[in-house]
Protein backbone atom coordinates (compact mmCIF):
# COMPACT_ATOMS: atom_id res chain seq x y z
CA UNK A 1 0.00 0.00 0.00
CA UNK A 2 2.85 2.24 0.54
CA UNK A 3 2.69 3.46 -3.50
CA UNK A 4 -1.20 3.94 -2.67
CA UNK A 5 -0.22 6.38 0.25
CA UNK A 6 2.72 7.79 -1.34
CA UNK A 7 0.58 9.02 -4.65
CA UNK A 8 -2.06 10.80 -2.64
CA UNK A 9 0.70 12.82 -0.51
CA UNK A 10 2.09 14.25 -4.03
CA UNK A 11 -2.13 15.07 -4.24
CA UNK A 12 -2.43 16.57 -0.92
CA UNK A 13 -1.88 19.91 -2.66
CA UNK A 14 -4.92 19.39 -4.81
CA UNK A 15 -6.95 19.37 -1.11
CA UNK A 16 -7.33 17.18 1.79
CA UNK A 17 -10.16 16.81 4.46
CA UNK A 18 -10.27 13.20 4.36
CA UNK A 19 -8.36 10.40 2.45
CA UNK A 20 -9.10 6.51 2.08
CA UNK A 21 -7.87 3.04 0.39
CA UNK A 22 -9.80 0.08 -1.12
CA UNK A 23 -7.55 -2.60 -2.22
CA UNK A 24 -8.70 -6.08 -3.92
CA UNK A 25 -6.86 -8.81 -2.49
CA UNK A 26 -7.85 -12.82 -3.08
CA UNK A 27 -11.72 -11.81 -4.23
CA UNK A 28 -12.35 -9.92 -1.28
CA UNK A 29 -12.24 -5.90 -1.16
CA UNK A 30 -11.48 -3.91 2.09
CA UNK A 31 -11.53 -0.46 2.82
CA UNK A 32 -9.70 1.81 5.08
CA UNK A 33 -10.62 5.58 5.66
CA UNK A 34 -9.84 8.61 7.89
CA UNK A 35 -11.08 12.16 8.37
CA UNK A 36 -8.16 15.41 8.57
CA UNK A 37 -5.12 14.86 7.07
CA UNK A 38 -3.75 11.96 5.18
CA UNK A 39 -1.92 10.95 8.50
CA UNK A 40 -4.51 9.97 9.92
CA UNK A 41 -5.28 7.69 6.92
CA UNK A 42 -1.29 5.85 7.42
CA UNK A 43 -1.98 5.44 11.04
CA UNK A 44 -5.14 3.85 10.32
CA UNK A 45 -3.15 1.81 7.97
CA UNK A 46 -0.46 0.70 10.52
CA UNK A 47 -3.05 -0.68 13.03
CA UNK A 48 -5.24 -2.71 9.94
CA UNK A 49 -2.62 -3.61 7.32
CA UNK A 50 -4.83 -4.01 3.72
CA UNK A 51 -2.96 -6.67 1.65
CA UNK A 52 -2.90 -6.31 -2.20
CA UNK A 53 -1.73 -4.20 -4.93
CA UNK A 54 -4.79 -3.50 -6.92
CA UNK A 55 -6.11 -0.05 -5.12
CA UNK A 56 -7.97 3.04 -5.32
CA UNK A 57 -7.35 5.96 -3.34
CA UNK A 58 -8.70 9.33 -3.03
CA UNK A 59 -7.81 12.53 -0.67
CA UNK A 60 -11.06 14.64 -1.06
CA UNK A 61 -11.16 18.21 -0.72
CA UNK A 62 -14.81 18.10 0.00
CA UNK A 63 -18.14 19.92 -1.81
CA UNK A 64 -21.05 17.85 -1.02
CA UNK A 65 -21.55 16.65 2.66
CA UNK A 66 -19.06 17.88 5.19
CA UNK A 67 -15.88 16.31 5.92
CA UNK A 68 -15.79 13.21 7.27
CA UNK A 69 -15.11 9.30 7.45
CA UNK A 70 -18.24 8.41 6.31
CA UNK A 71 -18.17 11.03 3.59
CA UNK A 72 -14.81 9.80 2.67
CA UNK A 73 -13.90 7.78 -0.53
CA UNK A 74 -13.66 5.08 -1.95
CA UNK A 75 -17.75 4.86 -1.56
CA UNK A 76 -19.23 1.53 -2.48
CA UNK A 77 -22.34 -0.33 -3.11
CA UNK A 78 -24.39 -2.03 -0.89
CA UNK A 79 -22.12 -5.53 -1.39
CA UNK A 80 -19.78 -3.51 0.16
CA UNK A 81 -17.75 -5.31 -2.96
CA UNK A 82 -17.80 -2.55 -5.96
CA UNK A 83 -15.95 0.69 -4.89
CA UNK A 84 -15.77 4.21 -6.44
CA UNK A 85 -13.46 7.19 -5.97
CA UNK A 86 -14.53 9.96 -7.88
CA UNK A 87 -13.49 13.54 -8.51
CA UNK A 88 -16.17 16.28 -9.64
CA UNK A 89 -19.64 17.05 -9.19
CA UNK A 90 -22.99 14.81 -10.04
CA UNK A 91 -25.11 17.42 -10.89
CA UNK A 92 -28.50 14.95 -10.71
CA UNK A 93 -27.25 12.89 -8.14
CA UNK A 94 -29.86 14.12 -5.55
CA UNK A 95 -32.60 12.59 -8.33
CA UNK A 96 -30.55 9.58 -8.57
CA UNK A 97 -30.63 8.71 -4.69
CA UNK A 98 -34.05 9.49 -4.39
CA UNK A 99 -34.94 6.85 -7.62
CA UNK A 100 -32.26 4.22 -6.00
CA UNK A 101 -33.96 4.63 -2.31
CA UNK A 102 -36.77 3.71 -3.73
CA UNK A 103 -34.91 0.35 -5.02
CA UNK A 104 -34.07 -0.49 -2.04
CA UNK A 105 -30.54 1.36 -1.64
CA UNK A 106 -29.58 2.38 1.47
CA UNK A 107 -26.91 5.08 1.76
CA UNK A 108 -24.41 5.28 4.54
CA UNK A 109 -22.94 8.90 3.23
CA UNK A 110 -24.14 12.65 2.06
CA UNK A 111 -21.90 12.19 -0.98
CA UNK A 112 -22.59 12.29 -4.91
CA UNK A 113 -20.23 9.73 -5.05
CA UNK A 114 -21.96 6.96 -3.44
CA UNK A 115 -24.62 7.27 -5.80
CA UNK A 116 -22.50 6.02 -8.47
CA UNK A 117 -21.49 2.90 -6.61
CA UNK A 118 -24.80 2.28 -6.12
CA UNK A 119 -26.40 2.79 -9.78
CA UNK A 120 -23.35 0.54 -11.06
CA UNK A 121 -24.64 -2.11 -8.89
CA UNK A 122 -28.22 -1.67 -10.24
CA UNK A 123 -26.74 -1.95 -13.55
CA UNK A 124 -25.23 -4.93 -12.85
CA UNK A 125 -28.32 -6.29 -11.66
CA UNK A 126 -30.23 -5.18 -15.34
CA UNK A 127 -27.52 -6.74 -17.22
CA UNK A 128 -27.70 -9.79 -15.30
CA UNK A 129 -31.57 -10.23 -15.53
CA UNK A 130 -31.83 -9.54 -19.20
CA UNK A 131 -29.86 -12.33 -19.61
CA UNK A 132 -26.86 -13.90 -21.37
CA UNK A 133 -27.19 -11.25 -24.43
CA UNK A 134 -27.25 -8.51 -22.53
CA UNK A 135 -24.86 -9.74 -19.78
CA UNK A 136 -21.27 -10.29 -20.78
CA UNK A 137 -20.28 -13.46 -19.10
CA UNK A 138 -17.21 -11.87 -18.29
CA UNK A 139 -17.87 -9.85 -15.00
CA UNK A 140 -14.70 -7.64 -16.28
CA UNK A 141 -16.69 -6.49 -19.90
CA UNK A 142 -19.69 -6.99 -17.46
CA UNK A 143 -18.57 -3.93 -15.23
CA UNK A 144 -17.41 -2.22 -18.03
CA UNK A 145 -20.68 -2.01 -19.68
CA UNK A 146 -22.45 -1.27 -16.39
CA UNK A 147 -19.80 1.94 -15.62
CA UNK A 148 -20.79 3.07 -18.98
CA UNK A 149 -24.53 2.41 -18.58
CA UNK A 150 -24.54 4.50 -15.30
CA UNK A 151 -22.98 7.35 -16.83
CA UNK A 152 -25.94 6.95 -19.59
CA UNK A 153 -27.77 8.52 -16.76
CA UNK A 154 -25.30 10.64 -14.84
CA UNK A 155 -25.20 14.77 -15.71
CA UNK A 156 -22.16 16.29 -14.35
CA UNK A 157 -18.13 16.45 -13.69
CA UNK A 158 -16.74 13.44 -12.66
CA UNK A 159 -13.26 11.76 -13.30
CA UNK A 160 -13.89 8.34 -11.54
CA UNK A 161 -12.31 4.76 -10.88
CA UNK A 162 -14.48 1.50 -10.08
CA UNK A 163 -13.10 -1.83 -8.46
CA UNK A 164 -15.17 -4.74 -8.01
CA UNK A 165 -14.42 -8.04 -5.88
CA UNK A 166 -16.22 -10.50 -8.92
CA UNK A 167 -13.77 -8.60 -11.91
CA UNK A 168 -10.31 -9.43 -10.74
CA UNK A 169 -7.38 -7.09 -11.58
CA UNK A 170 -9.14 -4.72 -13.26
CA UNK A 171 -10.09 -0.90 -13.16
CA UNK A 172 -12.84 0.56 -14.96
CA UNK A 173 -12.19 4.02 -15.22
CA UNK A 174 -14.05 7.40 -16.78
CA UNK A 175 -13.58 11.04 -17.25
CA UNK A 176 -15.95 14.09 -17.94
CA UNK A 177 -14.41 17.30 -16.80
CA UNK A 178 -12.31 16.47 -14.51
CA UNK A 179 -8.99 15.23 -14.65
CA UNK A 180 -8.13 11.88 -15.29
CA UNK A 181 -4.61 10.54 -16.40
CA UNK A 182 -2.92 7.49 -16.50
CA UNK A 183 0.68 6.83 -16.04
CA UNK A 184 1.82 3.55 -18.07
CA UNK A 185 4.66 1.51 -15.81
CA UNK A 186 6.70 -1.72 -16.21
CA UNK A 187 4.02 -4.32 -15.19
CA UNK A 188 2.32 -2.05 -13.07
CA UNK A 189 -0.30 0.67 -14.47
CA UNK A 190 -1.42 3.83 -12.20
CA UNK A 191 -4.67 6.24 -12.68
CA UNK A 192 -4.38 9.71 -11.08
CA UNK A 193 -6.11 13.16 -11.07
CA UNK A 194 -2.62 14.49 -12.05
CA UNK A 195 1.20 13.63 -12.52
CA UNK A 196 2.64 14.07 -9.70
CA UNK A 197 1.00 11.07 -8.36
CA UNK A 198 2.41 8.61 -10.31
CA UNK A 199 6.18 10.53 -11.28
CA UNK A 200 8.11 8.63 -9.54
CA UNK A 201 7.05 5.31 -11.20
CA UNK A 202 6.78 6.43 -14.77
CA UNK A 203 7.02 9.46 -16.62
CA UNK A 204 4.90 7.73 -19.53
CA UNK A 205 0.73 9.13 -19.37
CA UNK A 206 -2.00 9.36 -21.62
CA UNK A 207 -4.08 12.25 -20.72
CA UNK A 208 -7.61 11.28 -20.88
CA UNK A 209 -10.62 13.76 -22.74
CA UNK A 210 -14.02 14.03 -21.59
CA UNK A 211 -16.10 11.22 -22.85
CA UNK A 212 -13.44 8.74 -22.81
CA UNK A 213 -13.11 5.44 -20.31
CA UNK A 214 -10.07 2.79 -19.62
CA UNK A 215 -9.94 -0.55 -18.45
CA UNK A 216 -6.91 -0.60 -16.96
CA UNK A 217 -4.42 -3.66 -15.69
CA UNK A 218 -1.36 -4.44 -14.45
CA UNK A 219 0.11 -5.40 -17.88
CA UNK A 220 -2.63 -3.38 -20.05
CA UNK A 221 -5.14 -0.20 -20.80
CA UNK A 222 -7.31 -0.10 -23.43
CA UNK A 223 -9.36 3.01 -24.32
CA UNK A 224 -13.18 3.51 -25.17
CA UNK A 225 -15.68 5.87 -26.11
CA UNK A 226 -18.77 6.59 -23.92
CA UNK A 227 -20.60 4.70 -26.94
CA UNK A 228 -18.29 1.76 -26.05
CA UNK A 229 -16.42 2.21 -28.93
CA UNK A 230 -12.39 1.17 -29.06
CA UNK A 231 -9.69 4.52 -29.35
CA UNK A 232 -6.29 4.55 -29.43
CA UNK A 233 -4.40 7.21 -27.22
CA UNK A 234 -1.44 8.73 -27.39
CA UNK A 235 1.32 8.69 -25.10
CA UNK A 236 3.15 11.68 -23.26
CA UNK A 237 6.54 11.88 -22.00
CA UNK A 238 6.35 13.87 -18.95
CA UNK A 239 9.56 15.98 -18.76
CA UNK A 240 8.16 17.95 -15.64
CA UNK A 241 10.37 17.37 -12.33
CA UNK A 242 7.62 16.91 -9.08
CA UNK A 243 7.73 20.25 -8.34
CA UNK A 244 6.69 21.78 -12.02
CA UNK A 245 4.14 19.03 -12.07
CA UNK A 246 2.34 19.84 -8.97
CA UNK A 247 2.07 23.41 -10.45
CA UNK A 248 0.73 21.71 -13.69
CA UNK A 249 3.55 23.15 -15.60
CA UNK A 250 3.13 26.40 -14.70
CA UNK A 251 6.11 28.35 -12.77
CA UNK A 252 3.74 29.48 -9.93
CA UNK A 253 0.76 28.18 -8.42
CA UNK A 254 -1.38 31.55 -8.96
CA UNK A 255 -0.73 31.34 -12.43
CA UNK A 256 -1.71 28.06 -12.67
CA UNK A 257 -4.96 28.68 -10.71
CA UNK A 258 -5.56 32.09 -12.48
CA UNK A 259 -5.67 29.50 -15.54
CA UNK A 260 -8.38 27.47 -13.81
CA UNK A 261 -10.60 30.24 -13.34
CA UNK A 262 -12.88 28.86 -16.36
CA UNK A 263 -13.32 25.32 -14.53
CA UNK A 264 -13.78 27.47 -11.34
CA UNK A 265 -16.44 29.20 -12.66
CA UNK A 266 -17.92 26.52 -14.30
CA UNK A 267 -17.79 24.10 -11.42
CA UNK A 268 -19.56 26.56 -9.28
CA UNK A 269 -22.49 27.07 -11.50
CA UNK A 270 -23.06 23.88 -12.15
CA UNK A 271 -26.15 21.92 -11.24
CA UNK A 272 -27.35 24.82 -9.65
CA UNK A 273 -29.85 26.40 -12.04
CA UNK A 274 -33.14 24.54 -12.76
CA UNK A 275 -35.31 24.52 -11.37
CA UNK A 276 -35.59 27.86 -9.97
CA UNK A 277 -38.48 28.43 -8.01
CA UNK A 278 -39.20 28.38 -4.48
CA UNK A 279 -37.89 24.52 -4.30
CA UNK A 280 -35.03 25.65 -6.60
CA UNK A 281 -32.02 23.13 -6.44
CA UNK A 282 -29.59 26.38 -5.45
CA UNK A 283 -31.93 26.70 -2.46
CA UNK A 284 -31.90 22.77 -1.35
CA UNK A 285 -28.10 23.26 -2.38
CA UNK A 286 -27.58 25.92 0.04
CA UNK A 287 -30.17 24.45 2.70
CA UNK A 288 -31.79 28.53 2.40
CA UNK A 289 -35.80 28.32 2.45
CA UNK A 290 -37.57 29.91 -0.10
CA UNK A 291 -39.43 32.57 2.45
CA UNK A 292 -36.46 33.90 4.15
CA UNK A 293 -34.82 35.09 0.54
CA UNK A 294 -38.02 36.19 -0.31
CA UNK A 295 -39.11 37.99 2.60
CA UNK A 296 -35.60 39.41 3.09
CA UNK A 297 -35.77 43.21 4.33
CA UNK A 298 -32.20 44.15 3.04
CA UNK A 299 -29.22 42.00 1.83
CA UNK A 300 -25.65 42.96 3.86
CA UNK A 301 -22.40 41.77 1.88
CA UNK A 302 -19.70 41.11 4.50
CA UNK A 303 -16.07 40.41 3.89
CA UNK A 304 -12.46 41.36 3.38
CA UNK A 305 -9.67 42.02 0.64
CA UNK A 306 -10.46 40.35 -2.28
CA UNK A 307 -13.75 38.61 -1.40
CA UNK A 308 -14.85 42.22 -0.21
CA UNK A 309 -14.67 43.13 -3.79
CA UNK A 310 -17.10 40.44 -4.88
CA UNK A 311 -19.62 42.01 -2.54
CA UNK A 312 -18.70 44.86 -4.25
CA UNK A 313 -19.73 43.34 -7.43
CA UNK A 314 -22.93 41.50 -5.94
CA UNK A 315 -24.21 44.38 -4.47
CA UNK A 316 -25.25 45.74 -8.06
CA UNK A 317 -26.12 42.38 -9.12
CA UNK A 318 -28.29 41.72 -6.25
CA UNK A 319 -30.17 45.54 -6.11
CA UNK A 320 -30.27 45.47 -10.42
CA UNK A 321 -31.74 41.97 -10.29
CA UNK A 322 -34.15 41.73 -7.03
CA UNK A 323 -35.06 45.54 -6.31
CA UNK A 324 -33.86 45.11 -2.27
CA UNK A 325 -31.65 47.09 -0.76
CA UNK A 326 -27.88 45.43 -0.70
CA UNK A 327 -25.10 47.23 1.81
CA UNK A 328 -21.66 45.71 1.25
CA UNK A 329 -19.34 46.79 4.18
CA UNK A 330 -15.50 45.45 4.88
CA UNK A 331 -15.94 42.64 8.17
CA UNK A 332 -13.55 44.40 9.82
CA UNK A 333 -15.90 47.64 10.31
CA UNK A 334 -18.97 46.07 10.35
CA UNK A 335 -17.94 44.13 14.05
CA UNK A 336 -16.99 47.35 15.62
CA UNK A 337 -20.23 49.66 14.01
CA UNK A 338 -23.81 49.70 15.35
CA UNK A 339 -25.11 48.75 12.33
CA UNK A 340 -28.69 48.58 11.10
CA UNK A 341 -28.48 45.34 10.42
CA UNK A 342 -31.32 42.64 12.05
CA UNK A 343 -34.43 40.46 12.28
CA UNK A 344 -35.31 40.12 8.55
CA UNK A 345 -32.28 40.66 6.95
CA UNK A 346 -30.05 38.56 4.90
CA UNK A 347 -26.41 38.61 5.64
CA UNK A 348 -23.70 36.95 2.85
CA UNK A 349 -20.45 36.38 4.62
CA UNK A 350 -18.22 35.75 1.82
CA UNK A 351 -14.95 34.26 2.38
CA UNK A 352 -12.37 31.94 0.06
CA UNK A 353 -10.95 30.12 3.57
CA UNK A 354 -13.96 30.66 5.35
CA UNK A 355 -11.69 31.48 8.17
CA UNK A 356 -11.05 35.17 8.26
CA UNK A 357 -11.00 36.38 11.93
CA UNK A 358 -12.95 39.51 11.55
CA UNK A 359 -15.43 37.92 8.98
CA UNK A 360 -16.43 35.35 11.59
CA UNK A 361 -16.93 38.15 14.10
CA UNK A 362 -19.28 39.76 11.86
CA UNK A 363 -21.19 36.97 10.93
CA UNK A 364 -21.77 36.31 14.81
CA UNK A 365 -22.79 40.13 15.69
CA UNK A 366 -25.62 40.07 12.69
CA UNK A 367 -26.66 37.05 14.16
CA UNK A 368 -26.56 38.95 17.68
CA UNK A 369 -29.01 41.32 16.00
CA UNK A 370 -31.36 39.04 14.51
CA UNK A 371 -30.03 38.71 10.98
CA UNK A 372 -29.52 35.19 8.88
CA UNK A 373 -26.44 34.35 7.45
CA UNK A 374 -25.41 32.45 4.24
CA UNK A 375 -22.47 31.88 3.56
CA UNK A 376 -20.30 31.66 0.39
CA UNK A 377 -17.27 29.55 0.91
CA UNK A 378 -14.57 27.40 -0.89
CA UNK A 379 -13.78 25.50 2.16
CA UNK A 380 -16.19 23.00 3.39
CA UNK A 381 -17.20 22.83 6.85
CA UNK A 382 -15.00 25.86 7.59
CA UNK A 383 -15.81 28.10 10.99
CA UNK A 384 -17.79 30.67 8.64
CA UNK A 385 -20.07 28.26 7.14
CA UNK A 386 -20.31 26.24 10.38
CA UNK A 387 -21.46 29.56 12.31
CA UNK A 388 -23.65 30.79 9.16
CA UNK A 389 -27.68 29.48 9.05
CA UNK A 390 -27.71 28.67 5.34
CA UNK A 391 -24.00 27.79 2.95
CA UNK A 392 -23.71 28.02 -0.29
CA UNK A 393 -20.08 26.65 -1.61
CA UNK A 394 -18.08 27.40 -4.55
CA UNK A 395 -16.61 25.04 -6.06
CA UNK A 396 -12.59 26.05 -6.81
CA UNK A 397 -11.00 23.31 -5.56
CA UNK A 398 -7.94 24.02 -3.17
CA UNK A 399 -6.31 27.74 -4.06
CA UNK A 400 -2.58 27.64 -2.77
CA UNK A 401 -1.65 30.93 -4.40
CA UNK A 402 -1.48 34.08 -1.44
CA UNK A 403 -3.01 35.97 -4.22
CA UNK A 404 -7.11 35.51 -4.34
CA UNK A 405 -7.80 34.62 -8.63
CA UNK A 406 -9.94 31.60 -9.17
CA UNK A 407 -11.91 31.95 -6.07
CA UNK A 408 -12.83 35.36 -6.54
CA UNK A 409 -14.40 34.03 -9.89
CA UNK A 410 -16.14 31.70 -7.67
CA UNK A 411 -17.23 34.35 -5.72
CA UNK A 412 -18.78 35.90 -8.32
CA UNK A 413 -20.41 33.27 -10.06
CA UNK A 414 -22.26 31.98 -6.67
CA UNK A 415 -23.34 35.76 -6.27
CA UNK A 416 -24.60 35.58 -9.75
CA UNK A 417 -26.74 32.30 -9.18
CA UNK A 418 -27.43 33.56 -6.09
CA UNK A 419 -29.17 36.78 -7.59
CA UNK A 420 -30.51 34.94 -10.32
CA UNK A 421 -32.44 32.88 -7.79
CA UNK A 422 -33.74 35.71 -5.56
CA UNK A 423 -34.76 37.53 -8.34
CA UNK A 424 -36.94 34.44 -9.29
CA UNK A 425 -38.23 33.39 -5.97
CA UNK A 426 -39.35 37.31 -5.01
CA UNK A 427 -41.47 37.21 -8.76
CA UNK A 428 -38.71 40.08 -9.54
CA UNK A 429 -37.85 37.70 -13.12
CA UNK A 430 -39.62 35.86 -15.26
CA UNK A 431 -38.92 32.18 -16.60
CA UNK A 432 -38.00 33.36 -19.80
CA UNK A 433 -35.32 36.41 -18.35
CA UNK A 434 -33.85 33.70 -16.23
CA UNK A 435 -33.54 31.38 -18.98
CA UNK A 436 -32.01 34.30 -20.77
CA UNK A 437 -29.95 35.42 -17.91
CA UNK A 438 -28.42 31.68 -17.46
CA UNK A 439 -27.45 31.13 -21.20
CA UNK A 440 -25.37 34.59 -20.58
CA UNK A 441 -23.65 32.98 -17.53
CA UNK A 442 -22.91 29.59 -18.59
CA UNK A 443 -20.82 31.54 -22.03
CA UNK A 444 -18.34 33.09 -19.34
CA UNK A 445 -16.24 30.32 -19.04
CA UNK A 446 -15.38 30.10 -22.72
CA UNK A 447 -15.17 34.55 -22.48
CA UNK A 448 -12.50 33.67 -19.17
CA UNK A 449 -10.58 31.23 -21.98
CA UNK A 450 -10.40 33.99 -24.46
CA UNK A 451 -9.15 36.49 -22.31
CA UNK A 452 -6.55 34.10 -20.98
CA UNK A 453 -5.25 33.85 -24.59
CA UNK A 454 -4.28 37.86 -23.85
CA UNK A 455 -1.58 36.58 -21.61
CA UNK A 456 1.60 36.95 -24.02
CA UNK A 457 0.13 40.75 -24.70
CA UNK A 458 -0.05 41.36 -21.30
CA UNK A 459 3.40 39.62 -20.66
CA UNK A 460 4.64 41.64 -22.95
CA UNK A 461 2.97 44.81 -21.54
CA UNK A 462 4.23 44.08 -17.84
CA UNK A 463 7.99 44.13 -19.13
CA UNK A 464 7.22 47.78 -20.05
CA UNK A 465 5.56 48.52 -16.90
CA UNK A 466 8.10 46.39 -14.57
CA UNK A 467 9.92 49.93 -13.49
CA UNK A 468 6.95 51.77 -12.98
CA UNK A 469 6.07 52.65 -9.18
CA UNK A 470 2.74 54.23 -9.05
CA UNK A 471 -0.35 52.77 -10.97
CA UNK A 472 -4.12 53.76 -11.02
CA UNK A 473 -7.04 51.32 -11.81
CA UNK A 474 -10.09 52.91 -12.61
CA UNK A 475 -13.45 51.47 -13.84
CA UNK A 476 -17.13 52.85 -13.53
CA UNK A 477 -19.93 50.46 -12.11
CA UNK A 478 -19.84 47.30 -11.86
CA UNK A 479 -16.05 47.70 -13.02
CA UNK A 480 -15.33 49.66 -10.02
CA UNK A 481 -14.64 47.05 -7.76
CA UNK A 482 -12.99 45.36 -10.79
CA UNK A 483 -10.42 48.08 -10.22
CA UNK A 484 -10.24 47.75 -6.73
CA UNK A 485 -9.57 44.13 -7.17
CA UNK A 486 -6.64 44.56 -9.81
CA UNK A 487 -5.22 47.08 -7.62
CA UNK A 488 -5.29 44.76 -4.69
CA UNK A 489 -3.89 41.76 -6.80
CA UNK A 490 -0.91 44.81 -8.08
CA UNK A 491 0.26 45.71 -4.65
CA UNK A 492 0.13 43.00 -2.92
CA UNK A 493 2.67 40.44 -5.13
CA UNK A 494 4.37 43.05 -6.42
CA UNK A 495 4.64 45.69 -3.06
CA UNK A 496 4.47 48.45 -5.88
CA UNK A 497 1.41 51.69 -4.94
CA UNK A 498 -1.22 50.98 -6.99
CA UNK A 499 -4.90 52.71 -6.11
CA UNK A 500 -8.35 51.57 -7.19
CA UNK A 501 -10.58 54.75 -8.07
CA UNK A 502 -13.99 55.25 -8.99
CA UNK A 503 -13.21 56.34 -12.35
CA UNK A 504 -15.84 59.41 -11.75
CA UNK A 505 -14.32 60.08 -8.76
CA UNK A 506 -10.61 61.53 -10.24
CA UNK A 507 -11.65 64.72 -10.63
CA UNK A 508 -12.68 65.02 -6.95
CA UNK A 509 -8.70 65.13 -5.93
CA UNK A 510 -7.16 61.64 -7.30
CA UNK A 511 -6.51 63.41 -10.54
CA UNK A 512 -3.44 65.30 -9.13
CA UNK A 513 -2.05 62.16 -8.40
CA UNK A 514 -0.94 62.06 -12.24
CA UNK A 515 2.09 62.62 -13.96
CA UNK A 516 3.98 61.10 -16.37
CA UNK A 517 5.50 59.00 -13.04
CA UNK A 518 1.85 57.17 -13.11
CA UNK A 519 0.43 54.56 -15.01
CA UNK A 520 -3.67 53.97 -15.27
CA UNK A 521 -5.29 50.98 -16.40
CA UNK A 522 -8.51 52.28 -17.01
CA UNK A 523 -11.43 49.33 -17.38
CA UNK A 524 -12.95 51.05 -20.51
CA UNK A 525 -15.06 47.73 -21.83
CA UNK A 526 -18.63 48.23 -23.78
CA UNK A 527 -20.97 49.93 -21.20
CA UNK A 528 -23.48 53.05 -20.68
CA UNK A 529 -20.43 54.55 -19.44
CA UNK A 530 -18.07 53.69 -21.89
CA UNK A 531 -17.62 57.65 -23.64
CA UNK A 532 -16.88 58.74 -19.77
CA UNK A 533 -14.24 56.30 -19.29
CA UNK A 534 -12.61 57.27 -22.79
CA UNK A 535 -12.39 61.05 -21.15
CA UNK A 536 -10.95 59.95 -18.17
CA UNK A 537 -8.34 57.97 -20.66
CA UNK A 538 -7.88 61.71 -22.15
CA UNK A 539 -7.74 63.50 -19.39
CA UNK A 540 -4.79 60.85 -17.61
CA UNK A 541 -2.96 60.93 -20.56
CA UNK A 542 -3.11 64.74 -20.79
CA UNK A 543 -1.51 65.15 -17.64
CA UNK A 544 1.24 62.63 -18.82
CA UNK A 545 0.00 59.27 -17.75
CA UNK A 546 0.75 56.42 -19.53
CA UNK A 547 -2.52 54.72 -20.35
CA UNK A 548 -3.55 51.00 -20.19
CA UNK A 549 -7.11 50.55 -21.86
CA UNK A 550 -8.94 46.93 -21.26
CA UNK A 551 -11.45 47.24 -23.68
CA UNK A 552 -13.96 45.45 -26.10
CA UNK A 553 -13.02 43.80 -29.38
CA UNK A 554 -14.97 45.91 -31.97
CA UNK A 555 -15.37 49.24 -29.62
CA UNK A 556 -14.20 52.63 -31.14
CA UNK A 557 -10.53 53.23 -30.64
CA UNK A 558 -9.53 54.95 -27.47
CA UNK A 559 -7.59 57.97 -28.14
CA UNK A 560 -6.07 58.44 -24.67
CA UNK A 561 -4.84 55.10 -24.32
CA UNK A 562 -1.21 53.94 -24.98
CA UNK A 563 -2.29 50.08 -24.78
CA UNK A 564 -5.46 47.98 -25.25
CA UNK A 565 -6.49 44.70 -24.31
CA UNK A 566 -9.24 43.86 -26.08
CA UNK A 567 -11.55 41.46 -24.36
CA UNK A 568 -14.58 39.61 -26.03
CA UNK A 569 -18.04 41.60 -25.57
CA UNK A 570 -20.36 40.43 -22.59
CA UNK A 571 -23.20 41.55 -21.27
CA UNK A 572 -22.26 44.77 -19.23
CA UNK A 573 -23.55 43.64 -15.73
CA UNK A 574 -21.52 40.35 -16.31
CA UNK A 575 -18.30 42.05 -17.33
CA UNK A 576 -16.78 41.68 -13.95
CA UNK A 577 -15.78 37.72 -14.95
CA UNK A 578 -13.81 38.14 -17.33
CA UNK A 579 -12.54 41.78 -16.99
CA UNK A 580 -10.30 41.04 -13.75
CA UNK A 581 -8.43 38.82 -15.64
CA UNK A 582 -6.01 40.93 -17.61
CA UNK A 583 -5.67 42.45 -14.38
CA UNK A 584 -4.92 39.06 -12.47
CA UNK A 585 -1.90 38.74 -15.41
CA UNK A 586 -1.02 41.98 -15.42
CA UNK A 587 -0.21 41.73 -11.66
CA UNK A 588 1.32 38.09 -11.99
CA UNK A 589 3.66 39.03 -14.99
CA UNK A 590 4.80 42.21 -12.76
CA UNK A 591 5.75 40.60 -9.86
CA UNK A 592 7.34 37.79 -11.16
CA UNK A 593 9.57 40.33 -13.35
CA UNK A 594 10.64 42.21 -10.13
CA UNK A 595 11.19 38.62 -9.14
CA UNK A 596 9.00 38.57 -6.09
CA UNK A 597 7.53 35.67 -4.35
CA UNK A 598 4.52 35.16 -6.31
CA UNK A 599 2.91 32.39 -4.65
CA UNK A 600 4.04 33.48 -1.15
CA UNK A 601 4.01 37.42 -0.97
CA UNK A 602 6.16 39.06 1.57
CA UNK A 603 4.08 39.83 5.28
CA UNK A 604 0.67 38.21 3.64
CA UNK A 605 -1.13 34.76 4.41
CA UNK A 606 -3.40 33.15 2.65
CA UNK A 607 -5.92 32.72 5.57
CA UNK A 608 -6.16 35.89 8.34
CA UNK A 609 -7.20 34.05 11.61
CA UNK A 610 -5.82 37.08 13.50
CA UNK A 611 -7.22 40.34 13.69
C1 LIG B 1 -6.63 38.52 -1.70
O1 LIG B 1 -5.77 38.26 -2.79
C2 LIG B 1 -5.93 38.35 -0.37
N1 LIG B 1 -5.31 37.11 -0.25
C3 LIG B 1 -6.85 38.71 0.79
O2 LIG B 1 -7.32 40.02 0.57
C4 LIG B 1 -8.07 37.80 0.99
O3 LIG B 1 -8.98 37.96 -0.06
C5 LIG B 1 -8.74 38.20 2.32
O4 LIG B 1 -7.82 37.96 3.36
C6 LIG B 1 -10.03 37.41 2.59
O5 LIG B 1 -9.74 36.05 2.71
P1 LIG B 1 -10.96 34.99 2.71
O6 LIG B 1 -11.62 35.11 1.39
O7 LIG B 1 -10.32 33.66 2.96
O8 LIG B 1 -11.89 35.41 3.83
Same mark, same amino acid.
Given at each position: MPFILEGLQRLEYRGYDSAGIAVAD? !??? @???? /? +? !??? @???? /? +?LQRTPLPGVLALGHTRWATHGKPSEENAHPHCDCSGQLVVVHNGIIENYFALKESLARQGHQFASETDTEVLAHLIEE???GLKSAGPAAAPDLTEPLLFEAVRLALGDVSGAYALAVLWSKAPGVIVAAKTASPLIIGLGDGENFLASDVPAFLAHT???VFMEDGEMAVVKADSCRFFSLAGKRIEKPVTNIQWDRTMAEKGGYRHFMLKEIYEQPTACEDTMRGRFFPLQDDGVLLRDAGLDAQTLRQ?????????GTAYHAALVGKYWLEAMTGVAAHTEA??????????????DLVLAISQSGETADTLAAVRQAQKKGAKVLSICNTVEAAIPRAADFNLYTHCGLELGVASTKAF??????????SLHAAVVRGRMSESAAREFVEELVRMPGAIRAALKLDDQIQELARKFRKKEHFLFIGRHVNYPIALEGALKLKEISYVHAEGYAAGEMKHG???????DVAVLAIATRSQTFEKMASNCQEAKARGAQVIAITTQGDPPLPGADFRLELPAVPELLAPLVNVVPLQLF???ISDLRGCDVDQPRNLAKSVTVE
Open positions: N !GVV @ARCR /A +A !GKL @ANLA /A +AKIKRKAARQFHLIACASEFRYRESTVGKGIGQLTALAVFPIALIDEAYH
